[in-house]
């Protein structure tokens, strides 16, 4: 049965942002899917979510999000279907070259800001607006914003995201508009295998412990929705690590 609350994903196509999706369709929630392009295996997917959902409203918004323009244009067609709240925001998409700082373009610190960092605060801006008292966002960010890992310049981005939540959490106070994250580790998606190539001396480190050290996609999904609930209303501004322990052991 339908929570009658809409929840907004950004990335929904693949990967966790699918498994969010799923997650939050079993809890009765309705949805607003983004994707990116088109054509290819995001919009095949959603696609078939959208046939294969019976219990909740579902809804895909196409719009590429390091495109401000792209994000008002999909927001008006939304408000024009209709749309007028939104209850909770995912801010899950991501993109990023994987490049030492020292072969970083300007292209490629565009490409990273713009989808990362200011996509992310237009999706903010734009749809806060539509959020009733009560709401929440909830920004999925990953490990390179506390660890140094080599290629990986999303995770500057990701630092800077996680210090987003903290000052979107003061900045929406008022608002009553509640801000978390969750930063997580390694996590089995179509990136798993090309992390593993990234980072060999990792992977085979932690292939050797007995550790479970790999999330799979829901596990990360139900962090995200118990963000969403009112269960976790203790926390605001603040971004929990899920990394199966992972760290733990120097
Ligand atoms: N996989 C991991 O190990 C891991 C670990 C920690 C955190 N995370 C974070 O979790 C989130 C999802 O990761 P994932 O592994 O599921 O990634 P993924 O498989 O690479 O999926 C990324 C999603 O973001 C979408 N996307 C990228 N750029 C976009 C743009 N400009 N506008 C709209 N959508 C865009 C992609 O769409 P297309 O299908 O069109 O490319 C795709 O749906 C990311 O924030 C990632 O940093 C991942």
């Known amino acids: 049965m339908s929570k009658e609350q809409t929840v907004f994903i950004t990335g929904a196509g693949r990967g966790i942002g699918m498994a969010i999706a799923e997650t939050l369709a079993a809890d009765g929630y309705d949805l607003i899917l983004n994707y990116r392009k088109e054509q290819g295996k995001s919009a095949a997917n959603l696609q078939r979510f959208v046939a294969s959902t019976r219990n909740v409203n579902v809804r895909l918004a196409r719009g590429d999000i390091s495109e401000p323009r792209d994000i008002q244009e999909m927001m008006k067609k939304l408000r024009a279907d209709g749309v007028e709240r939104i209850d909770h925001l995912v801010l899950n998409a991501a993109s990023a070259p994987f490049k ?131 269960r976790s209303r203790a926390l605001r501004g603040t971004s929990i690590v899920a990394d199966l322990g992972m760290l733990l052991e120097a």
């Open 100 to 230: 030492h700082f020292m072969e970083m373009t300007r292209n490629d610190w565009k490409l990273l800001f713009n989808t990362n960092l200011s996509g992310n605060v237009t999706c903010v801006q734009e749809i806060v607006p539509l959020m009733p008292k009560g709401s929440t966002i909830c920004a999925i960010s990953s490990l390179g914003s506390r660890r140094v890992l080599a290629k990986y310049p999303l995770g500057i981005a990701k630092s800077a995201l996680e210090n987003l939540v903290s000052y979107l959490e003061v900045e929406l106070y008022d608002r009553d508009i509640r801000v978390n994250g969750v930063c997580a580790g390694i996590v089995d998606t179509d990136m798993a295998p090309f992390l593993q190539e990234l980072w060999p001396q990792m992977h085979q480190r932690y292939e050797n412990q007995p550790r479970r050290w790999l999330l799979e996609p829901r596990e990360v999904a139900d962090i995200a929705a118990f963000l969403i609930s009112p």
